[in-house]
């Protein structure tokens, strides 16, 4: 059996990341994207509220670097919050928006793992 090379060690510095994925209300930022991991961060300015989307088959790891990162998502009344040093699991088709009830912006690192398409804007939760 053949062995392939691996793929060299890679840094990303802040001024590597590209804007990407855009959600109004929300500042996304790629470092890095494979066929089957998306990574990278959003910032969100205190009160914005973003729109409505899903992440397709993605499951999404988000970590709180500050800041106040608040979710509403379907199926689940009222919100969550996460503040710094939490982990927030957002499963795959999850319909969700995400806010910021804070008076500083938030920072959160993003790791998706699934292959489908990174963000999918929607008008908001199906009705049942």
Do not use: C
Not at 29 to 58: C, D, I, K, Y
Not at 95 to 121: D, F, K, M
């Amino acid at each position: 059996m053949t062995r392939e090379l691996p793929r060299p060690v890679r840094t990303f510095i802040p001024a590597d990341l590209a804007p990407a994925d855009p959600t109004p209300g929300m500042n996304r930022a790629l470092a890095f994207e494979l066929p089957m991991l998306w990574a990278g961060q959003v910032e969100t300015e205190p009160g914005a509220v973003s729109g409505w989307h899903h992440h397709e088959r993605n499951e999404s790891s988000l970590y709180i670097v500050r800041g106040v990162l608040r979710i509403e998502f379907e199926g689940h009344e009222g919100y969550l919050d996460a503040g710094p040093g939490d982990f927030v699991h957002v499963p795959a088709w999850t319909v969700h928006r995400e806010s910021n009830p804070a008076r500083v912006p938030s920072l959160a690192v993003i790791a998706r793992v699934g292959g489908g398409i990174p963000t999918v804007n929607v008008e908001g939760p199906a009705k049942h």
